[in-house]
T-cell receptor
Framework: KQEVTQIPAALSVPEGENLVLNCSFT??????LQWFRQDPGKGLTSLLL?????REQTSGRLNASLDKSSGRSTLYIAASQPGDSATYLC???????????FGKGTRLHILP | SQTIHQWPATLVQPVGSPLSLECTVE??????LYWYRQAAGRGLQLLFY??????ISSEVPQNLSASRPQDRQFILSSKKLLLSDSGFYLC?????????FGPGTRLLVL
């Protein structure tokens, strides 16, 4: 059974710093991996989608990497801003049926 | 562009009462639709998914049911709510591997 783990559960960093969020999964036979952002009391917003054949995806200050063989993904946020404060969730799709399995998220707080 | 709606935004219901949460999608046809529940400390749990009208798959045994009476409408229901049904319910649709989420319904069962 696939399990997705995100470490740390919470993180506080000063504004302007670069940071890395970690995601690990137990079954490497994934179809794709997705990073989401969730603001308090809101739905999820898709940030980046990495197909199993890809190593990384970039969008603005965000870069997500995927090492399928080791069961790991990282989300790199450059030059963090207070507006980046949110919970970041990692999710994997096993079978191309879009029934994705979520981690519990990392709650990020950027200190002004 | 595609949009996804959920209502109500917030709901407070007594134990034993019925439930109906609605989700509709605009701007796409024949989407895959999903219901998730997010409970404190437990992450997002997939409850139901649907690949077409009248086609519902349940992921976990529970007190809830789902229906898809129209192509872009997905309904989550219960005949009698339990305290453990409290949580944040999210509807989503998917396209080419990416999931798009609605704004969610916060349900509190008292």
């Amino acid at each position: 059974k696939q399990e997705v783990t995100q470490i740390p559960a919470a993180l506080s960093v000063p504004e302007g710093e670069n940071l890395v969020l970690n995601c690990s999964f137990t079954d490497s036979a994934i179809y794709n991996l997705q990073w989401f952002r969730q603001d308090p009391g809101k739905g999820l917003t898709s940030l980046l989608l990495i197909q199993s054949s890809q190593r990384e995806q970039t969008s603005g200050r965000l870069n997500a990497s995927l090492d399928k063989s080791s069961g790991r993904s990282t989300l790199y946020i450059a030059a963090s801003q207070p507006g980046d404060s949110a919970t970041y969730l990692c999710a994997v799709d096993m079978n191309r049926d879009d029934k994705i399995i979520f981690g519990k998220g990392t709650r990020l707080h950027i200190l002004p | 562009s595609q949009t996804i709606h959920q209502w109500p935004a917030t709901l407070v219901q007594p134990v034993g009462s019925p439930l109906s949460l609605e989700c509709t999608v605009e701007g796409t046809s024949n989407p895959n639709l999903y219901w998730y529940r997010q409970a404190a400390g437990r992450g997002l749990q997939l409850l139901f998914y649907s690949v077409g009208i009248g086609q519902i798959s349940s992921e976990v045994p529970q007190n809830l049911s789902a229906s898809r009476p129209q192509d872009r409408q997905f309904i989550l229901s219960s005949k009698k709510l339990l305290l453990s049904d409290s949580g944040f319910y999210l509807c989503a649709w998917s396209w080419e591997g990416t999931q798009y989420f609605g704004p969610g319904t916060r349900l509190l069962v008292l």
